[in-house]
């Protein structure tokens, strides 16, 4: 991997304001930054599949696949990924070595020195990505996850009660916590608040830009005028607030919408990450769920989401023919 191509990864949980900063991040004449395409999320677990420990590497497969998911995503990417020339710019036969190698054919495609990438589910692999590309920076963005979890509740789109939105948002904190943790990482990484990125925009980007070390670019604070920002607010209901600029009021939603009860809940599940990163719990005590709690949540979840898998709209279409598709690329996976 060429040094002159820094990568920059934005980690966290979704919903917490990973678009606007891509957005923002996007609009830079140094950075290029491709629509996430589900990569890490379909491909991330099953990794060990293409590489079978005394076997031959499935190399070719695995760059096929990482094309498709390119092709299905609600934004397909703006160019045309050769399989071959992926294969020739691949440096270490990896997940991490085929993911650096279409983000890099990506940036120079659009004549950019530095690439960026809002893959869902990096998080979780923040040391092995570390390790296989030395010079990346990790952006952690939190948001306070009472938030998110109103945020994905709303969006009907991966989970359907707020007890399961607390334990994923819990996990990604977790993930990006221990990783800040690490000595040997934590150079490496900038911890962002959401909080703060609504409410001081310039001052946040300028520190940012800087950690990255780049000049901050005024026009990346009207990122709601740049075309392909534009376009891509168009492709989805999750995505339209990017046409608008920066509300610096959308904070604390979750205490008119939630509901006690689900604010509750959510801060029995991750009390102790919300501690962790200074989030000031609503509730007195942190409440003991019960089996019998968990498996009511289970019911409801499940009901709401058989009821959602019927939205009629055509986003609803398209994000189910998406999900069938990931399915049918992850199935043709070699067998561990």
């Avoid at 607030?241 to 904070?251: A, C, V």
Wanted: hydrophobic share 40%; aromatic share 10%; net charge positive.
């Amino acid at each position: 991997m060429s040094d002159d191509l820094l990568p920059i990864l934005i980690v966290g949980a979704e919903r917490s304001g990973t678009n606007l900063l891509r957005a923002l991040l996007s609009t830079h004449s140094k950075i290029a930054s491709p629509p996430p395409a589900g990569i890490i999320d379909a491909l991330g677990r099953i990794q060990s599949r293409y590489f079978p420990s005394g076997r031959p590497a499935y190399l070719s497969e695995l760059i096929d696949a990482v094309v498709a998911l390119t092709k299905t995503h609600l934004h397909p990417w703006d160019i045309d990924l050769d399989s071959k020339a992926i294969k020739a710019k691949v440096k270490d036969a990896s997940l991490w070595g085929v993911f650096a190698a279409v983000n890099e054919i990506y940036a120079e495609a659009h004549r950019r020195a530095c690439w960026c990438s809002k893959e869902p589910g990096l998080f979780n692999h923040i040391p092995e990505i570390a390790k296989q590309l030395p010079n990346a920076r990790f952006l952690y963005l939190v948001r306070d996850g009472r938030d998110v979890a109103l945020s994905l509740l709303r969006g009907h789109l991966h989970f359907f009660h707020v007890y399961f939105a607390a334990e994923y948002w819990a996990a990604v904190q977790r993930s990006c916590l221990s990783a800040l943790a690490d000595p040997a990482l934590s150079a490496r990484m900038f911890l962002l608040r959401y909080e703060s990125l609504i409410t001081s925009p310039e001052d946040v980007m300028r520190d940012l830009m800087h950690f990255n070390g780049l000049e901050f670019e005024r026009p990346q604070m009207q990122y709601y005028r740049n075309e392909k920002v534009l376009d891509y607010s168009k492709r989805s209901r999750f995505w339209k607030n990017l046409s608008r600029p920066i509300d610096e009021k959308n904070t604390g939603m979750y205490r008119h919408h939630l509901g006690a009860k689900n604010i509750e809940i959510f801060e029995s599940v991750a009390w102790v990450e919300m501690e962790a990163l200074e989030y000031p719990v609503d509730s007195t005590h942190r409440k003991t769920l019960t089996h019998f709690d968990l498996q009511l949540y289970r019911v409801s979840a499940l009901l709401r989401q058989k009821f959602w898998n019927m939205d009629p709209r055509p986003e609803g279409f398209r994000i189910r023919a998406r999900v069938k598709a990931t399915r049918k690329i992850i199935s043709r996976a070699p067998a561990s």
